[in-house]
């Protein structure tokens, strides 16, 4: 069974596990691994539903990275002016159990964030990256490549919701004229979110819960709707 997924051609070893590896053996088998990559730069690796994925860091459009920006600047001015516990980050792993995500956008914990590798439960072995636990908010700008578009869409929603991420933010520019879907409300046990509120491009869409409750997104963000 072949447990890595690639993007681009990246020179790592193939990972194999005999048949009767169990899933618990080969979240163990997968997260060592991942531990022990060393990805040329401008990678990074993730552990997404059984498989290490890699994926270019760099290979953003200039719409993702204008989007990126304006989230994250004006998400922490939001958090500011409300005197939040709570704090945006991003280029983060995020650790949940032996399965690893790298966000656009994280909303966690402030003091997670900025402490040191032993000074809080949030801090993941070793300070390899937050605990899932500290996180109320991921964004994810979808990039181009179906790939790309199917692992924002499917395989990191499911993920995110498997892991009790209160809200998850995507924003794609490749649904029609681009759109912005908020989920919230999730069921692990299902791997979906029971709530979703899906606009174009042009119409504003309000964070429901969380840290980030009432926060708008809307085309100073987005910008306007793409043409057909």
Not at 98 to 105: E, Q, T
Not at 194 to 201: D, F, G, L, P
Request: glycine fraction near 8%; include cysteine.
């Amino acid at each position: 069974m072949t447990a890595l997924a690639q993007e681009a051609p990246v020179t790592t070893p193939e990972i194999t596990t005999p048949e009767t590896t169990t899933p618990g053996d080969l979240d163990e088998v997968l997260w060592q691994a991942w531990k022990a990559m060393e990805l040329p730069e401008g990678f990074h690796a993730e552990i997404i539903e059984g498989s290490i994925e890699v994926s270019p860091t760099g290979r953003h459009s200039h719409s993702h990275s204008r989007i990126s920006f304006q989230l994250r600047r004006q998400l922490t001015q939001y958090l500011d002016k409300t005197s939040s516990a709570y704090a945006v980050t991003n280029d983060t792993n995020i650790i949940h159990g032996r399965k690893v995500w790298i966000p656009d956008l994280v909303i966690a914990l402030e003091d997670a964030i900025t402490a040191f590798a032993d000074d809080t439960e949030y801090v993941a072995e070793d300070g390899i990256g937050l605990d899932v636990g500290c996180v109320a908010l991921v964004a994810e700008v979808v990039s181009p490549g179906h790939d790309c578009k199917q692992r924002d869409r499917v395989r990191k929603r499911r993920a995110y919701a498997r892991a009790g991420i209160p809200v998850y933010v995507l924003i794609d520019d490749y649904d029609g004229m681009g759109t912005v879907t908020v989920l919230s409300s999730p069921s692990p046990g299902e791997g979906t979110y029971a709530q979703s509120h899906r606009a174009r491009y042009g119409i504003d869409v309000v964070i429901p819960d969380g840290p980030a409750k009432g926060f708008v997104i809307g085309e100073a963000i987005t910008g306007p709707p793409r043409k057909g």
